[in-house]
C-alpha cells in the first residue's frame, strides 16, 4: 500500500481510483477510512474482502452537504434537527433510504435503512466532492482491530491490500463517529462518541437512550463484532502497576504507585478528555507492540466523551 502525503495532485490521483471502483484510504476526522463508490457493488465487496468484515455488518455511506444527500435519503425531523446542529462532523444517522436510492445493497447490508455521515475534514469533503458519488467507508482497519488515527496505523493494518493511502496527519478526534438510529421518531445512540447525550438532548429536547451492548437486540449490527481490541489484556481503573505491565496514565500519575511499570503512557498529563480520546487507539497501537503482559488503564472520567472512551475500552477488555 503506497501512503502519499495529501495534495492536490494525489487528491486527483485519489479520486481517478476510487471512480474506476478501486478502493482508497482517506483522512477523516475521527478515523482513516477505507473508501469506495457507494454506488458500485464491485468496489464496496472491495472493502469487506481487505478488512476481512462480515457482509451483515453495513458500512456508513459518506457526502459532502445535506443536499448531496437529499437524493439518496429521508430525513425525519429527528434527522434534520441533529443534522443542522452537527454537520459537517464525526456523527452518523441511521435513517431511512430513499425509493429512488441507487447505494448498492451491499453498503446496506440489504437494510432498508443507511447509515449516512458529512465528515467535517477538508481533505474528506474535497475528495467526496470531486468523486461526484457517496463513498462507503467504514474505518480502515482489519475487522476487529482497533480504528486507524495515522496513515502509518492504515499501512501497519492492511499491508498493500488498497492502492492508495492518503495521509494527512493525525485524525483530531480519534474515536469513530457517534451513531444515532433516527429510523422512529426518537432517537437512540447506537455507538457512543465526540457528540454526546448531553449534545443531542440541547438540540432534540429529551436525551436520547444509549444503546448498551447488553441490550438483547443492539441497534448496530457493528455493535456485536468483537471490536477495538488490542492482543494484550487490560486492566481498567488500575491504581498500581503490577510486574510487567505497562500504564496506560490519564492526568497526574502523583497518587499511583507506577515503579513496577516497564512501560507509561499518558493519555493526556493535563486530564483533558478530548485529547486523551485523540491519543486512545495511537497508544493501545503502542502499547500493544511493546511485549508487556498486560496494560494497566487509570481510571477515566465517565462524562462528555469520556464515556466514548470507557465504551471502547470496556469492549476491549470484554472478549
Ligand atoms: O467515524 C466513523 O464513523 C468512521 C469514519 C471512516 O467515517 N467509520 C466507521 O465505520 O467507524 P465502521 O464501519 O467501522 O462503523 C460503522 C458502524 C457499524 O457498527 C455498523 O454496524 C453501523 O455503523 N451501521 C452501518 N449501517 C447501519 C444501519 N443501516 N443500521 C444500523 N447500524 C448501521
Ligand atoms: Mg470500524
Request: hydrophobic share 40%.
Amino acid at each position: 500500500m503506497t501512503i502519499k502525503s495529501v495534495s492536490e495532485s494525489v487528491i486527483a490521483e485519489g479520486v481517478a481510483l476510487l471512480r474506476d471502483g478501486c478502493c482508497v484510504s482517506i483522512p477523516t476526522e475521527t478515523v482513516y477510512g477505507l473508501a469506495s463508490d457507494a454506488i458500485n457493488g464491485k468496489a464496496v465487496a472491495q472493502i469487506f474482502d481487505i478488512k476481512g468484515r462480515p457482509t451483515f455488518n453495513p458500512l456508513i455511506s459518506h457526502f459532502y452537504s445535506i443536499s448531496h444527500l437529499s437524493d439518496y435519503v429521508e430525513l425525519n425531523d429527528t434527522a434534520k434537527k441533529l443534522a443542522s446542529a452537527f454537520w459537517p462532523g464525526p456523527m452518523t444517522l441511521i435513517v431511512k433510504r430513499s425509493k429512488n436510492c441507487k447505494i448498492s445493497d451491499l453498503t446496506c447490508a440489504g437494510l432498508s435503512t443507511i447509515a449516512v455521515r458529512i465528515p467535517s475534514h477538508p481533505t474528506a469533503q474535497k475528495i467526496i466532492k470531486a468523486a461526484g458519488v457517496p463513498l462507503a467507508a467504514p474505518s480502515a482497519n482489519k475487522s476487529g482491530e482497533v480504528s486507524p488515527t495515522s496513515a502509518a496505523h492504515v499501512a501497519e493494518s492492511l499491508g498493500d491490500k488498497a492502492p492508495l493511502i492518503i495521509a494527512d496527519g493525525q485524525s483530531k478526534i480519534g474515536l469513530e463517529s457517534t451513531v444515532i438510529d433516527c429510523t422512529d421518531d426518537r432517537a437512540v445512540i447506537a455507538r457512543m462518541g465526540a457528540i454526546t447525550a448531553d449534545d443531542c438532548e440541547a438540540v432534540l429536547g429529551y436525551r436520547p437512550y444509549v444503546a448498551d451492548h447488553n441490550d438483547e437486540k443492539p441497534v448496530s449490527p457493528g455493535q456485536l463484532l468483537k471490536h477495538y481490541a488490542p492482543k494484550t489484556p487490560l486492566r481498567l481503573r488500575a491504581y498500581d502497576v503490577k510486574e510487567g505491565e505497562a500504564l496506560l496514565a490519564f492526568g497526574s500519575t502523583k497518587f499511583m504507585n507506577i515503579k513496577n511499570a516497564t512501560k507509561a503512557m499518558n493519555l493526556s498529563e493535563a486530564g483533558d478528555l478530548h485529547e486523551a480520546a485523540s491519543n486512545l487507539f495511537s497508544y493501545l497501537r503502542q502499547l500493544d507492540k511493546s511485549g508487556v503482559q498486560s496494560i494497566a488503564v487509570m481510571d477515566i472520567p465517565n462524562q462528555g466523551i469520556g464515556l466514548a472512551i470507557n465504551d471502547r475500552l470496556k469492549r476491549a477488555v470484554e472478549q
